[in-house]
């Protein structure tokens, strides 16, 4: 029996009742039995969500994640505390002039929902996302899903649709998509959106009338309108990318996915030549884009929104799809274990609006930005979208570790995890065994009641350069080579075993024009740690409610976090060319390994007592010690100010999403 198509597996599956499980039994591929499914010309295709199910420590950081911010809305504030999508979202009680906002941030939070309840069994949040979603498809039509008729809102939403559907199969939630889509609604700036909705059904369907949807799309913001940020001649031209971050990543992600459906080389050339330009000029250590609120060029005290971290590396996703580069798996893995945890507290109770590679203050103050009290954890910033679209994704990096392939199946991101699904008309399951990102090795355990034979594509990383696989123990002659897959592909037995090592060096990373050195270690990037003194207030002072326009307090407390340690320091070129100088210390796995952190690097810093920054050591400070006020958090010290004169001492590293306040490019001296 050859693959069988994900179109005929999901209609297959929901005629037999079997409903989420259809998540076990589908392959994607460009090869297809049924006429209707269009060829697919991408290098990967996504599983439906649920078809990987995490363990280990990702499975533990969803568990947190689900009785934080993911499974209590009603402490996040305007709009989560309100019905979302089970109803008519009341206006703000502080009116901004529009009231479609609402819909997108409650979109956010059903669509994290959503995809968290097809991962892990939480009956609360499996509540929240049935609720949310029986309504809207019982209250859906041409021009609007549930009580949103704003298009780019029902995009946002749209997604949860659209996972449910893959997870089940549901007939229901395609004709409403279906209706909804070919309807007439606002086509202008970001409500023409609803092309990712269009395209994943025509890819199951052939429905030539949703791919016209998004080649007008296309037509609209990259060929017609020279006004557009992403017009061609922009994108060919030398200046770097202007535009909101999150609605670049939305828009841009429209290039890869129809050269995934259609095969047009124009729009693979134009996504490449796209995502190269904005990941050249905005690339921040963590992985996170600066964009506060647009896109910028990378800076020693750059910000990057926590809803792009989001965006990004969902919009990286379908650039890994279509064209197969290891790169943008490297883009996503470096966001998903550095930027999302430096960004929320361990516990995903509270999270930054903004947050910084360097930022030795996260207070009500420490903003340079717009709203100085977006720098403080809190469960609700004066814009909300972040309290919502934070816990989108994690749940969207298990479900894109694993993808199918013509041939087989893709380990594309890595992590503990089991993949159940079918390949040649045969049930496989594979159990990966890993500390990873914290440790080097992964391991594949593979489980087939027959021999089936496939190939098992596995990622290597730019950033490993000595890679290698193992068969039940037996080296291979599998290419390992940085950057690409390596392909192993064979007759496969029940309790097969492969290893994939992937050896993590200390390396060093130049920023800012050789001005300052991060350290990493494979997906990691290390930051000194600084002592914290932690503020918590239960209930905000008239000023930040003033500040946060109604959206304070609300059941969960804000959090400031003041250094207790000095943190001017900086990298000798001496230390930084001697490898051998820094150390690694590795400990016991945790299950919150971003609190009690296994790997942590000691290296030898010099002190830079002529460092001038706007903010130093604070002693012991009390909320009222603080004064409203605007202030750069740290800035590149000066020439006069890397003098080598300060002591010198040995201090840890230890990995960016273990903290709060962090300094991550040192200077060099």
């Not at 819909?103 to 956010?108: A, F, K, L, M, N």
């Not at 025509?202 to 913001?221: C, H, P, S, T, V």
């Not at 500390?435 to 596995?458: C, K, R, T, W």
Request: neutral net charge; hydrophobic residues 35%.
């Amino acid at each position: 029996m050859g693959k069988i198509s994900r179109r005929d597996a999901i209609k297959f599956l929901a005629a037999a009742g079997i409903g989420i499980g259809a998540r076990s039994l589908v392959l994607g591929g460009s090869s297809s039995v049924n006429s209707n499914e269009p060829k697919y010309y991408g290098r990967f295709r996504e599983l439906p969500v649920g078809s990987v199910r995490p363990k280990g420590w990702i499975k533990s950081w969803l568990e947190r994640q689900a009785v934080g911010l993911g499974g209590h809305p009603e402490d996040l504030a305007y709009p989560y505390d309100t019905c979302m999508y089970t109803g008519k979202v009341p206006p703000p009680a502080v009116p901004n002039g529009q009231i479609w906002w609402p819909y997108e941030q409650s979109g956010y939070f059903v669509d994290a929902a959503t995809r968290l309840s097809l991962l892990i069994d939480n009956p609360r949040v499996k509540e929240l996302s049935r609720k949310n979603l029986d309504f809207i498809l019982e209250h859906s039509g041409s021009d609007h899903l549930g009580e949103s008729y704003w298009g780019w809102p029902s995009a946002v939403v749209g997604r949860a649709l659209t996972a449910q559907h893959g997870a089940t199969g549901s007939a229901k939630i395609a004709d409403v998509l279906t209706t909804y889509l070919k309807g007439e609604y606002s086509r202008n700036s970001r409500d023409g959106y609803g092309f990712e909705q269009a395209l994943y059904l025509y890819g199951l369907n052939g429905d030539a009338a949703l791919l016209d949807i998004a080649q007008k799309r296309y037509e609209d913001f990259f060929l017609n309108d020279p006004k557009s940020f992403s017009h061609i001649d922009k994108i060919r031209g030398s200046d770097p990318i202007k535009e909101h971050g999150v609605t670049s990543a939305e828009q841009l992600k429209l290039l890869p996915l129809l050269y995934s459906h259609t095969g047009n080389p124009q729009t693979l050339e134009l996504a490449k030549l796209l995502y190269r330009k904005v990941v050249g000029n905005s690339l921040m250590p963590d992985g996170g884009m600066v964009s506060s609120e647009s896109l910028g060029t990378t800076a020693f005290n750059s910000l990057h929104e926590t809803c792009d971290i989001t965006d990004w590396s969902w919009s990286f996703g379908y650039m890994l799809m279509a064209d197969g580069e290891a790169y943008w798996g490297d883009r996503i893995e470096q966001a998903a274990f550095n930027a999302l945890p430096g960004a929320v507290t361990k516990d995903f109770r509270q999270l930054q609006y903004f947050s910084s590679a360097n930022q030795v203050l996260a207070s009500n103050t420490a903003c340079p930005r717009i709203g100085p009290v977006r720098m403080a954890y809190r469960a609700a910033h004066d814009t909300p979208c972040c309290s919502g679209n934070v816990s989108r994704l994690m749940p969207n990096y298990v479900a894109r570790m694993w993808m199918s392939t013509d041939d087989g199946l893709a380990a594309a991101l890595y992590g503990p995890s089991r993949i159940e699904t079918t390949v040649s008309g045969q049930a496989v399951t594979i159990t990966e065994q890993t500390n990873y990102p914290f440790g080097e090795n992964v391991s594949f355990d593979i489980q087939s009641p027959q021999p089936v034979e496939f190939a098992l594509h596995m990622r290597i990383p730019e950033w490993c350069s000595a890679a290698a696989v193992t068969l039940n123990g037996k080296s291979t002659e599998t290419d390992c080579r940085p950057g690409t897959f390596a392909v192993l592909k064979r007759k496969f037995k029940r309790g097969d075993v492969v290893e994939l090592k992937l050896p993590m060096a200390v390396k060093l990373e130049n920023w800012f024009g050789r001005k300052a050195l991060s350290v990493n270690r494979g997906p990691l990037v290390y930051s000194l740690k600084i002592d914290e003194k932690r503020v918590e207030s239960a209930q905000d002072t008239e000023e930040i409610k003033r500040l946060l326009k109604g959206h304070y307090i609300q059941g969960i407390p804000a959090l400031e976090f003041f250094p207790q340690s000095e943190w001017r320091y900086g990298l000798e070129k001496a230390t930084a060319t001697g490898g051998s100088k820094f150390r690694v210390r590795e400990t016991r796995m945790s299950e919150n390994p971003f609190a009690n952190t296994p790997v942590s690097i000691e290296v030898p810093l010099r002190f830079l007592p002529g460092w001038e920054s706007a903010w130093r050591a604070i002693k012991d400070p009390q909320p009222t010690d603080v004064k409203l006020r605007t202030q750069n958090p740290a800035a590149l010290p000066t020439a006069a100010e890397l003098s080598p004169d300060g002591q010198k001492k040995t201090l840890t590293l230890v990995p960016y999403g273990a903290t709060h306040l962090r300094v991550t490019t040192l200077p060099l001296i």
